[in-house]
């Protein structure tokens, strides 16, 4: 059980815009950057969100990220088919010294 | 840009030990700490521990503590992940990531990964 939580799916038609939430604690994510990784089956995560809301070079403007208090949130605009993998997010816990990844959320495109 | 390439797979025994390597090309090496991060069949992702090559120094997961040892060697630009005591809930694909930093001992994302490595304990 992830200590980040998030929701196992979520799911929209093409072109409309989805948000994946993703709840932690004041020790994670209310005082250490939130980062976002998208990651398609049998391939490597590839950073999409790092310090809570910039973008890698590369990464569509489509993707944003927002923080508030002990939650963020992974913001996908203009979905695509493309966009069909899993999202996690992650954060450095100081209590428990270690970085944790949220479980992961599913991405549908109906 | 950077590249991270990772050694093969490999499959153990239950109660031995496996050693995967991760080297990396076309970008200082020194200048970053790399991390190591597993994903069981099906599962999440899931933090092991970070080296910085420069210090030496490793940090570990409090989960993994006494299994597990990350080195790194700055000559041949290339990190190590050495899990002892296998168990079959050790099977996973295990993953080097270059760490993204706002300060020298931060760990705030990672930016660059390697291709993984699947460890079968069976």
């Known amino acids: 059980q992830s200590v980040l939580t998030q929701p196992p799916s979520v799911s929209a038609a093409p072109g409309q815009t989805v948000t994946i939430s993703c709840s932690g604690s004041?020790?994670?994510?209310?005082?250490?950057?939130v980062s976002w990784y998208q990651q398609f089956p049998g391939t490597a995560p590839k950073l999409l969100i790092y310090d809570d809301n910039k973008r890698p070079s590369g990464i569509s403007e489509r993707f944003s990220g927002s923080k508030s208090d002990t939650s963020a949130t992974l913001g996908i605009t203009g979905l695509q088919t493309g966009d069909e993998a899993d999202y996690y997010c992650a954060s450095w816990d100081y209590s428990l010294t270690t970085v944790l990844f949220g479980g992961g959320t599913k991405v549908t495109v109906l | 840009q950077v590249q991270l390439v990772q050694s093969g797979a490999e499959v153990r025994k239950p109660g031995s030990s496996v050693k995967v390597s991760c080297r990396a090309s076309?970008?200082?090496?020194?200048?970053?700490?790399f991390s190591w991060v597993r994903q069981a069949p099906g599962q999440g992702l899931e933090w092991m521990g970070r080296v910085i090559p420069i210090f030496g120094t490793p940090n570990y997961a409090q989960k993994f503590q006494g299994r597990v040892t990350i080195t790194a060697d700055t000559s041949t630009s290339t990190t190590y992940m050495e899990l002892s005591s296998l168990k079959s809930e050790d099977t996973a694909l295990y993953y080097c990531?270059?760490?993204?930093?706002?300060?020298?001992?931060?760990?705030?994302?990672?930016?660059?990964w390697g291709q993984g490595t699947m460890v079968t304990v069976s």
């Open positions: 076309g970008d200082s090496f020194s200048g970053y700490s």
């Open positions: 990531a270059r760490v993204y930093s706002n300060s020298a001992y931060d760990l705030d994302a990672f930016d660059v």
């Open positions: 004041s020790s994670n994510i209310e005082t250490n950057y």
